[in-house]
Each structure stands twice: as structure tokens, then as C-alpha cells.
């Protein structure tokens, strides 16, 4: 069963920003510049995971993963253009 990610990246170099950011595209939709909706099953949120720390310099990088419960999924609410 998918869930709901929302995972939002904050890369200073322009190579790894760029590489990271196809990484998500095969993964969900870009919403917003450096955001992205995500439904993932366990194991494909694990080879998500694992494709971007091979990417990232975790001493300047920061990339977050929001899970969205269903109930919270529900509740979501979207304010102009979608």
C-alpha cells in the first residue's frame, strides 16, 4: 500500500540540487521548486532513501521526508493553482 510523502531538499551545489532532483522525478510530481509529493510503498520509499544518500554531502545538504497519514492526506487543502 503507497503512502503519501512530501519531501523538500534545501542543496547548495548546483550539480547535487540537479541530481537529486531527477532522483525525486522518478519518484513523484514536483509541486513546488524544491518540493515534491511522493506515493511510495516501504520498499520504494527504502530505494528513494538509499538513491539519495549515495547523492547528497550530508555535512551541507538537508533533505526532509514528511510522512502523510491518511487522515492527515485527507484534510489537505490546496489554495490556488494545483
Known amino acids: 500500500m503507497s ?13 547535487r540540487r540537479t541530481k537529486v532532483h531527477k532522483t ?9 521548486y524544491s518540493f515534491f509529493e511522493c506515493f511510495l510503498d516501504e520498499k520504494e520509499l527504502i530505494t ?10 550530508e555535512q551541507e545538504d538537508n533533505v526532509r521526508i514528511y510522512h502523510i497519514c491518511a487522515s492527515c492526506q485527507a484534510k489537505t487543502q490546496t489554495i490556488g493553482s494545483s
Open 48 to 57: 528513494l532513501e538509499h538513491r539519495l544518500n549515495k547523492i547528497l554531502n
Open 3 to 15: 503512502t503519501l510523502y512530501l519531501i523538500a531538499y534545501d542543496i547548495t551545489n548546483d550539480k
Open 24 to 32: 525525486l522525478c522518478g519518484f513523484g510530481q514536483w509541486t513546488q
